[in-house]
Nanobody, 124 residues
Framework: VQLQASGGGTVQAGGSLRLSCVAS????????VAWFRQAPGKEREFVAT???????DYADSVKGRSTISRDNAKNTVYLQMNNLKPEDTAVYYC???????????????????WGQGTLVTVSS
């Protein structure tokens, strides 16, 4: 499956963005999809994930400010991010996997397919 992430941009602190991850080439509805992010000089970190059954999980850093959702008819997963903070500045990547087990859903190494990343910059 191929993934295309989009929706990044530059916003002021307190603003909102909606990231999109469009998939092609696979049975998208069967995949667990996640968002990870990597800030300059830092390791890639988990942001949120949604399973094929629409179970969701969020990193504590974004919980309450972000919502992950999916539209299988459009082969798309969304990450709505509100009340953005400067520390949310990073390149955001979407990732997908079909055979992921629940205990691995926050582990980037468990995902086989990755999009190219979209840059989110939050100014103070």
């Amino acid at each position: 499956v191929q993934l295309q992430a989009s929706g990044g941009g530059t916003v002021q602190a307190g603003g909102s963005l909606r990231l999109s991850c469009v998939a092609s080439g696979g049975t998208f509805s069967r995949y667990t999809v996640a968002w990870f992010r990597q800030a300059p000089g830092k390791e890639r970190e988990f942001v949120a994930t949604i399973s094929y059954s629409r179970a969701t999980d969020y990193a504590d850093s974004v919980k309450g400010r972000s919502t992950i959702s999916r539209d299988n008819a459009k082969n798309t997963v969304y990450l709505q991010m509100n009340n953005l903070k400067p520390e949310d500045t990073a390149v955001y990547y979407c990732a997908a996997d079909r055979t992921l087990i629940v205990s691995s859903r926050r582990n980037s190494e468990a995902y086989d397919y990755w999009g190219q990343g979209t840059l989110v910059t939050v100014s103070s």
